[in-house]
């Protein structure tokens, strides 16, 4: 059983950046490759970003990749998502979760946090 709790979200301007954070209990974090992803109203939750177990592949959805970055601190168990040049479209809740494999698939994650609101305004 792996438990997370994401921290970090918050209103910002258009432009501006936030940076969140996932902390998650147990001993072995650094066997599982992590997630972030967002749900807006309405919407479906879509993938964001992974990052393998070691860190050292990532993916990215089209909509983020060179505004966002994803990174973990094995030794602190904490994985991070560094949001650059946020925009209205980027407001949803985000969440992180945990998967076996460095996937974009929302089902073949299996454990999940209970979210942080980010909320960009225009």
């Known amino acids: 059983q792996v438990q997370l709790v994401e921290s970090g979200g918050g209103l910002v301007q258009t432009g501006g950046s936030l940076r969140l954070s996932c902390a998650a209990s147990?001993?072995?974090?650094?066997?599982?490759?992590m997630g972030w992803f967002r749900q807006a109203p309405g919407n479906e939750r879509e993938f964001v970003a992974a990052?393998?177990?070691?860190?050292?592949?990532?993916n990215y959805s089209d909509s983020v990749k060179g505004r966002f970055t994803i990174s973990r601190d094995n030794a602190k168990n904490t994985l991070y998502l560094q949001m650059n040049n946020l925009k209205p479209e980027d407001t949803a809740v985000y969440y992180c979760?945990?998967?076996?494999?460095?996937?974009?698939?929302?089902?073949?994650?299996?454990?999940w946090g209970q979210g942080t609101q980010v909320t960009v305004s225009s």
């Open positions: 147990g001993r072995t974090f650094s066997r599982y490759a």
């Open positions: 979760a945990v998967s076996g494999s460095l996937t974009t698939i929302r089902w073949e994650y299996y454990y």
């Open positions: 990052i393998s177990s070691i860190g050292l592949s990532t």
